[in-house]
């Protein structure tokens, strides 16, 4: 081989292992860690945001057998409610929103992480495999009282 086409190849090889290695990267963060953007979940005006269903009943309900949806507002300075509990192995699916400020919704251990809009619904599943204490934060500055808006999903055994 001349030492063109080797210089060539140097240049050549990278620059379509590169492209390659980062399409894999999305492939197995998207199907094999389902991390992923929230998808586009609806509309909520955010003033009577209180008295709109599901939102003027916050709380978790059972959808089936270990499938959980627990419909999240989140306020100045706080989240209802601030206390989940779901059976370990459940699938849970957060139909959150913020009343007045841009919150976020951020919960350990799992692939939530999102943005709260006042008026925008935002939707995310998580997985609790296995039991414990799952914090919940806020983690878009949000005034005086962010640093105490914090939850827990309270992940206990499976009978
Ligand atoms: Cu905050």
């Given at each position: 081989m001349n030492r063109t086409l080797l210089y060539e190849l140097a240049w050549i090889l990278p620059s379509i292992a590169i492209p390659i290695g980062m399409l894999v990267a999305i492939v197995v963060t998207t199907f094999g860690m389902q991390i992923h953007v929230p998808t586009y979940a609806g509309v909520?005006?955010?003033q009577t945001v209180g008295e709109t269903p599901p939102f003027d009943q916050p709380g978790?309900?059972?959808?089936g057998p270990g499938r959980y949806q627990v419909t999240l507002l989140?306020?100045?300075?706080?989240?209802?409610?601030?206390?989940?509990?779901?059976?370990?192995g459940s699938e849970v699916?957060?139909?959150?929103?913020?009343?007045?400020?841009?919150?976020?919704?951020l919960i350990e251990g799992t692939n939530v992480n999102v943005m709260l809009v006042p008026g925008r619904i935002t939707r995310m599943k998580a997985r609790f495999p296995r039991p414990g204490e799952y914090l919940f934060i806020c983690h878009e500055y949000c005034?005086?009282?962010?640093?105490v808006m914090f939850g827990k999903v309270l992940v206990e055994a499976a009978p």
């Amino acid at each position: 081989m001349n030492r063109t086409l080797l210089y060539e190849l140097a240049w050549i090889l990278p620059s379509i292992a590169i492209p390659i290695g980062m399409l894999v990267a999305i492939v197995v963060t998207t199907f094999g860690m389902q991390i992923h953007v929230p998808t586009y979940a609806g509309v909520v005006r955010a003033q009577t945001v209180g008295e709109t269903p599901p939102f003027d009943q916050p709380g978790v309900a059972q959808l089936g057998p270990g499938r959980y949806q627990v419909t999240l507002l989140a306020h100045t300075w706080a989240f209802q409610p601030n206390e989940i509990r779901v059976p370990a192995g459940s699938e849970v699916e957060f139909v959150a929103t913020s009343r007045d400020v841009i919150h976020g919704l951020l919960i350990e251990g799992t692939n939530v992480n999102v943005m709260l809009v006042p008026g925008r619904i935002t939707r995310m599943k998580a997985r609790f495999p296995r039991p414990g204490e799952y914090l919940f934060i806020c983690h878009e500055y949000c005034g005086i009282g962010h640093h105490v808006m914090f939850g827990k999903v309270l992940v206990e055994a499976a009978p």
